[in-house]
């Protein structure tokens, strides 16, 4: 499947006005249709992928929420998702798409959840030069595509770093993701699945910078296993 089918969009409305078992289970023959369509997408694009990127593996997510720590209770996503994971150890980062209706499908990039020792190795890597990380973030083709850096950020100076730093909003930055949002129109379009490879392909000197940082220790030596 190259494109995303429009009837995802009409399934996903009906579901948030009936989100409930019941419902569910009267219409699961249509989303099994639609999820194999989706799943067929999504193994599309990772073709794609492979072609200029190495993914170790993609993940198709499933309906069903966890409602056990929350206080909504509804049982299913009102969303489909997949994520791609570059491989590891020596390529770091990841590729999210999120299709979702009423303009709110969007694709994700980046850092989401960056261990303690990466943030640590990424913050100590910009405290000594900052530079070359700027210039990444100001590349024509990132900033046409993506737009700025985004992600959640301490509110004061992470410890053992300067406040008064030159790069502190950098070093704030406790992950490290981009957005790119998309209407309906978008994403039903038949250039879909061309258009994200494009953003994919535009993010990788941003991925290259990372893997190399957080591969390395601070006097560029590779910290992988030979």
Not at 72 to 97: E, I, V
Not at 149 to 175: M, R, S, V
Not at 199 to 209: K, L, N, T
């Amino acid at each position: 499947m190259e494109k995303i089918n429009p009837a995802i969009f009409s399934f996903l409305n009906q579901l948030h006005a009936n989100n409930q078992r019941e419902w569910f289970e009267d219409n699961k023959p249509h989303f099994k249709k639609l999820q194999a369509e989706f799943k067929g997408f999504i193994s599309a694009l990772e073709t794609l992928l492979q072609a200029h990127d190495k993914i170790e593996k993609s993940n198709v997510f499933r309906i069903y929420r966890d409602v056990r720590f929350s206080k909504d209770k509804t049982p299913y996503k009102t969303n489909f998702g997949a994520s791609f994971t570059r491989q590891k150890p020596a390529l770091r980062g990841g590729y999210y798409l999120h299709i979702e209706p009423n303009h709110k499908s969007f694709l994700g990039v980046g850092f989401w959840q960056p261990n303690k020792e990466d943030l640590l190795r990424f913050r100590k890597e910009i405290a000594i030069d900052a530079e070359e990380f700027k210039a990444i973030m100001h590349q024509e083709n990132i900033q046409k595509h993506w737009g700025i850096l985004q992600g959640e950020q301490l509110k004061t100076a992470p410890k053992g770093f300067d406040k008064n730093h030159p790069a502190i909003k950098i070093l704030n930055y406790k992950q490290w993701i981009f957005i790119k949002q998309f209407t309906d129109k978008e994403v039903v379009a038949p250039n879909f699945m061309s258009l994200v490879n494009e953003h994919f392909m535009a993010i990788r000197p941003f991925f290259d910078y990372m893997s190399t940082v957080l591969t390395t220790d601070l006097n560029g030596v590779s910290l992988l296993d030979e």
